[in-house]
């Protein structure tokens, strides 16, 4: 989930934290950190999530007699 309490810490979704480039941020109260880091000043930020894409649908398997209403 997107909005998850349990988050576990990572500087990635941390608010106190930017991305420098892909194999660094810059954490406003520990400094340049790897982004899995974690510190006890971890505040979750849900907008800097990525969520997964969503599955493709297969409509192969699919004929047109499934969809209609008849």
Do not use: W
């Not at 971890?42 to 209609?68: M, V």
């Amino acid at each position: 989930m997107l909005f998850r309490k349990d988050m576990e810490p990572m500087c990635l979704y941390c608010a106190h934290s930017r991305e420098l480039d892909e194999e660094q941020m810059f954490c406003i109260k520990t400094g340049i950190v790897v982004p899995n880091h974690a510190c006890r000043r971890f505040s979750y930020d849900p907008l800097k999530r990525i969520p997964p894409q969503p599955a493709l649908l297969n409509t192969d398997r699919f004929s047109e007699e499934d969809f209609s209403l008849d």
